[in-house]
């Protein structure tokens, strides 16, 4: 049950996201992309909208009895809606490229919605109970416009919308005209100042003011913010460009004169010896996978050629597959560091240079259970291998020299182990 109801959340959530995420999929440091789908979204609302106006003007409708004009605005609605559905489509997805027919979508988008507000309005003011409601869908229709973050479609048309809320207030909500008559207009006014219905209209259009202007305020903060985090992605991507560029280049370099170490041999072999050196120590077995992978991750180095990505939007995908080569890059360098440190304290004890500073040296790079088992595999494969230094020892002699010499850079346990099962790994040696 409780996974049901999770797939059926996520995938709610996946819907909500196709429809009515203003993000989604979109670059938003591309702002005609950005706008694009902003105005796909706010068509979506749009689509919704009328579908519920539609449903409430047909319901109004039928309960009214005012017979054939009750049905005008409910039939002129579909029309209506159906041209200005199609106007913004062939807006919108003619050319997703224009920025000039995305922001011409974006302005009959936002008059619209006023627009329709007002129809509703309009059908529902005269009756009782319902002016109240109607009127809060002309401040809905302004939260949707907000939805575009755009300060300059706000200021542009808060002239126009006061004109006509004022316009609506005068014409429909108290029906002046009515009130006038047998006035002239100097003498009305007068009058009209000191009523309650003018009181009703001052509230209401400084309450609309007021809204208007908090609204405003979230829509600059917004916008603000919206332009920085579009600066910040732009360097971010900069930082990443360079950032591959460099860390490619280095990866480069330092691998250009490891091919001796990535001998797939050598490592298959350091794998299975290591598998069971692990095993003989009681290494857990979260740790021996992790020693397993780690054996040949320097094997993987062709995973690591391509890091500098080819492609030219950035998005969430590509930033996780640069951190994912990037730790592998890493994990590969630190492979070979330890595959370095075997070679280097091999030479060493052949050449006689081993000492008490080296030795000191070479402890402190990479001291783990795992880094010790490879280790120790990898010297006493190195002892008994044929290398431009030295020629490969027997059995006996490299068990001497590894327990004697070189056990200062392993864990006594491991040694220990090592040399308790040494038949065991002379047979694997020969055997391999």
Same mark, same amino acid.
Request: aromatic fraction near 12%.
């Given at each position: 049950m409780f996974f049901k109801k999770r797939s059926l959340t996520s995938m709610s959530q996946s819907v909500f996201s196709k429809f009515f995420g203003f993000e989604e999929g979109v670059d938003v440091t591309?702002?005609?992309?950005?706008?694009?789908?902003?105005?796909?979204?706010?068509?979506?609302?749009?689509?919704?909208?009328?579908?519920?106006?539609?449903?409430?003007?047909?319901?109004?409708?039928?309960?009214?009895?005012?017979g054939v004009t009750d049905w005008v605005i409910t039939v002129l609605a579909f029309p209506v809606t159906f041209m200005i559905n199609q106007i913004l489509k062939r807006l919108i997805y003619s050319d997703q490229e224009d920025k000039t027919k995305q922001s011409v979508a974006m302005y009959v988008a936002g008059f619209y919605m006023f627009f329709s507000a007002i129809l509703i309005y309009a059908r529902l003011y005269s009756i009782p109970h319902f002016e109240t409601g109607a009127y809060i869908l002309i401040y809905y229709a302004i939260v949707v416009i907000s939805l575009y973050q755009d300060k300059q479609l706000l200021s542009s048309s808060f002239t126009t919308?006061?004109?006509?809320? @004022?316009?609506?207030?005068?014409?429909?909500?108290?029906?002046?005209?009515?009130?006038?008559?047998?006035?002239?207009?100097?003498?009305?006014? $007068?009058?009209?100042?000191?009523?309650?219905?003018?009181?009703?209209?001052?509230?209401?259009?400084?309450?609309?003011?007021?809204?208007?202007?908090?609204v405003y305020a979230i829509v600059s903060m917004g916008q603000y913010m919206q332009q920085e985090r579009k600066l910040e992605l732009i360097r971010r991507r900069q930082v990443q460009s360079d950032f591959s560029h460099i860390v490619s280049d280095l990866f480069s370099v330092v691998f250009s004169e490891s091919d001796k170490r990535m001998d797939q041999r050598h490592a298959m072999h350091i794998r299975e010896m290591s598998m069971k050196l692990a095993k003989d120590i009681g290494l857990t077995d979260l740790k021996t996978k992790e020693l397993e992978w780690y054996t040949t991750v320097h094997l993987k180095f062709e995973e690591i050629k391509d890091l500098i990505t080819k492609e030219e939007t950035q998005?969430?995908?590509?930033?996780? +597959?640069?951190?994912? +080569? @990037?730790?592998?890059?890493?994990?590969?360098?630190?492979?070979?560091?330890?595959?370095?440190?075997?070679?280097?304290?091999?030479?060493?004890?052949?050449?006689?240079?081993?000492?008490?500073?080296?030795?000191t040296n070479m402890q402190s790079i990479q001291k783990s259970d795992i880094a010790d088992v490879i280790l120790c595999v990898d010297m006493y494969l190195?002892?008994?291998?044929?290398?431009?230094? +030295?020629? $490969?020892?027997?059995?006996?002699?490299?068990?001497?020299?590894?327990?004697?010499?070189?056990?200062?850079?392993?864990?006594?346990?491991?040694?220990?182990?090592?040399?308790?099962?040494?038949?065991?790994?002379?047979?694997?040696?020969?055997?391999?």
């Open positions: 591309n702002d005609v992309a950005l706008l694009v789908r902003r105005n796909i979204v706010i068509k979506n609302i749009i689509f919704v909208s009328n579908i519920l106006y539609g449903i409430m003007l047909f319901i109004l409708s039928l309960s009214s009895t005012g919308l006061i004109i006509l809320l @004022t316009a609506i207030h005068l014409i429909w909500t108290f029906n002046l005209q009515q009130a006038a008559e047998g006035y002239t207009v100097f003498e009305f006014i $007068p009058l009209f100042v000191q009523t309650n219905d003018f009181q009703d209209i001052a509230l209401r259009t400084l309450l609309f003011i007021l809204f208007y202007f908090v998005t969430q995908s590509t930033y996780q +597959k640069l951190k994912e +080569k @990037t730790e592998l890059g890493s994990n590969i360098a630190k492979r070979l560091q330890l595959a370095q440190k075997c070679e280097e304290v091999i030479r060493a004890y052949i050449e006689g240079t081993n000492n008490d500073s080296f030795i190195t002892l008994r291998e044929l290398r431009s230094y +030295k020629r $490969p020892m027997n059995h006996s002699q490299a068990m001497k020299i590894l327990e004697g010499d070189l056990s200062v850079y392993i864990d006594d346990r491991i040694i220990e182990r090592f040399v308790k099962f040494q038949d065991e790994y002379d047979i694997m040696f020969k055997n391999f």
